[in-house]
């Protein structure tokens, strides 16, 4: 296959030169590396991956191709998608389309054939930056202009771009045992999946949801979902939390989510250097001292001690789980109120299952609630 060449610049004025892979075209966004050996299908549909360039560690990409059923959401959401090589055949019985015909069917811009490895090392030290691809062009100081030019993830306000603009509800199987309110700020499909396995029936809201929009539809508990963009704009949503913790609605969040309950204890948000993305972070889960491996995708962190507990306008708190890599806080848990959550994906796709208990700690916190 002959390819258009193509060429990746960074922020910085690093630039690498490439081919053009799926739709052909210019695009820029944060450039994050994910080090999944697999998922990338799930990742490319995440919508908290929006505005992000990604660069996939793992070389071969699109051995497997595509199918309907694994998208996590109704379109691709990254920016651009960066890959060493990229398979000429998709061979797995359930392969509908190849990988790269669906990126140019949904005018994903990407580039292959460049050095992934180098374009990680120099991400790991100098941090995740805005970049640019394009296949238009090879002009680099004109497509670095450009990059220069285009919004940083740090205040990024996203959330809007990506929630559902109407409520919609997934009914379990057989009869609900409990409602949850779905708060979408970037929701996967996966997340009421695992829910309606535990006969969960989820509510999924638009993310402008007042709290009477929420407690409207008779919820168990509230979840709030995983999400792009910078948590410190998520203004609105803090409001609602803090509302929903005072009245002691039991809540479950995860990654922005985990992010939006942290802010409404009164906990801040950072950057992260360049942030943990992937299927293979270990955590470990400090009540138990368990490890875990498990799904991640953030770039930002909450500011807590990793040990101990700490107090907050809603009783004592602590931090609940922690990246073995880094010290990075990965959950939190109220002790007063029912809330908890994770900065990860336990929903798990793609990604192994360890964490799937914490639908169960769900589950159990909905069933202390109801008897008490
Ligand atoms: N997966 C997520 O929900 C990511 C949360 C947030 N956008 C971050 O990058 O940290």
Request: proline content about 6%; hydrophobic content about 35%; charged content about 25%.
């Amino acid at each position: 296959m002959r390819r258009a060449p193509a060429i990746l610049v960074l922020e910085d004025g690093r630039s690498f030169r490439g081919e053009a892979y799926g739709s052909v075209g210019e695009t820029v966004g944060e450039a994050v590396f994910s080090t999944g050996m697999t998922g990338y299908q799930e990742t490319l549909t995440d919508p908290s991956y929006h505005r992000q360039i990604v660069a996939m560690t793992s070389p071969h990409i699109g051995n497997t191709g595509v199918n309907t059923e694994d998208n996590e959401s109704s379109r691709i959401w990254v920016a651009g998608f960066v890959v060493r090589e990229p398979s000429v055949v998709a061979s797995n019985w359930r392969s509908e389309r190849s990988l790269e015909d669906e990126l140019a069917a949904e005018g994903i811009v990407g580039i292959c054939g460049i050095d992934t490895r180098a374009l990680t090392r120099h991400l790991r030290e100098r941090g995740a930056m805005r970049a640019g691809i394009s296949s238009r062009t090879t002009d680099v100081p004109a497509l670095l202009e450009r990059v220069l030019a285009s919004p940083s993830m740090s205040g990024a306000n996203l959330v809007d771009e990506v929630t559902t603009p109407v409520a919609y509800t997934v009914e379990p199987e057989g009869p609900a045992r409990f409602t949850v309110a779905a708060i979408d700020l970037g929701i996967k499909r996966n997340t009421p999946r695992r829910m309606a396995e535990r006969g969960i029936r989820t509510h999924v809201l638009p993310a402008s949801s007042t709290v009477d929009d929420i407690l409207g539809v008779g919820p168990d508990a509230v979840f709030l979902s995983n999400g792009p963009g910078d948590p410190a704009t998520a203004d609105h949503q803090v409001a609602v939390t803090r509302e929903l913790l005072a009245r002691r609605v039991p809540l479950f969040g995860i990654c922005f989510g985990n992010q939006v309950l942290g802010r409404a204890l009164g906990l801040s948000t950072y950057k992260l250097k360049y942030g943990h993305r992937g299927i293979n972070q270990p955590v470990r889960d400090n009540e138990t001292g368990r490890v875990e491996v498990t799904a991640h995708n953030h770039g930002f962190a909450i500011d807590a001690p990793v040990e101990g507990r700490f107090d907050t306008e809603f009783g004592p708190a602590e931090v609940s789980h922690v990246c073995l890599n880094d010290d990075v806080v990965e959950g939190l848990r109220c002790l007063d109120v029912p809330a908890f959550s994770v900065q990860y994906h336990p929903e798990a796709a793609a990604g192994p299952h360890d964490a799937d208990y914490l639908f169960d700690r769900l589950t159990e916190l909905m069933g202390a609630n109801s008897n008490a």
